[in-house]
């Protein structure tokens, strides 16, 4: 099992305005971590440090385990991709290098095939078999028929332009979770998925040995899944017991959230309420705002959060000052 150790991370703006300040914290191994705020607070940022797309200006991170990551923009990949880049772009680097090498082989043999391009392909395909692509492959079987109810044989050479949000979210996910990274950095998973695929995430996410490190702004998400919180917000970030996530007015507990929604609630809000339940739920009140992000507790600031357990870690995201 990995865990994901963040130490005195700081990030600045090209145009040189701070964004992260000596962010520390820990997900630890087999612990499920929300990252939860505003938008706007380096959320996503934060993220591709994690996974290395990005350079921290200060700090460090580090890992143990294989990372599987998920970027935001998987579900809304209108290129001409397949289902088998995408599938590929989320498994460990020398299956992709092992992949590149295969097309580049196909090409070559399709355009010449002379004993040169007949010998590159050849190995490509070996290597193919030293790195686990046919085990991979097997995998991606599963994953295809339980997200798009098709082998992968089938389904490899689909756009991926052709799959809806929530298709294209479902199949990396399936992927990720099933794969044999131990440490998943997931942004927004939630994004895209129906009422069912989201029940179906919760239980796959509490299911899982993995260590998770994931940003949402769902509350039943966050509710059900997450062991631990980091918030950020545009002054600061706590780190604290999801237990903690209760503000002054909503003391009823998570059993009577689910039967009524919130006052606000929107329509996927009452929508996922009725999908739960079986009952109808009752109508937004007029006038209100059926804004999910601003109503829950999960981005509201830290001077905002009741909590019962100490905090643990307190960063302060513009300045870097730690709060007295």
Known sequence: MGHVDVQQVEFTLPDGRPLLGQITFRVGEGARTALIGPNGTGKTTLLRIVSGDLKAHAGAVTHTGGLGVMCQ???QVHDDSTVRDLLVSVAPRKIGEAAAAIDVGERAVIAIDDERAQMTYAQALADWTDVGGYQY???????????LGVPYERAQLRGVSSLSGGEQKRLVLEALLRGPEEVLVLDEPDNYLDVPGKRWLEDRLVASTKTVLFVSHDRELLSRVATRVVTATPSS???HSPACMTSPHQGAGRDRRRRSPPRGATGWDREKRRHMTGRPAKSCPTGSTGSSERRSPASSSASRIKCSTPTITHFNRSSGRRPR
Do not use: Q
């Open 73 to 75: 923009f998987i579900g």
């Open 137 to 147: 492959e097997v995998l991606w079987d599963v994953c295809t028929t339980a997200a």
């Open 237 to 239: 970030a706590a780190s």
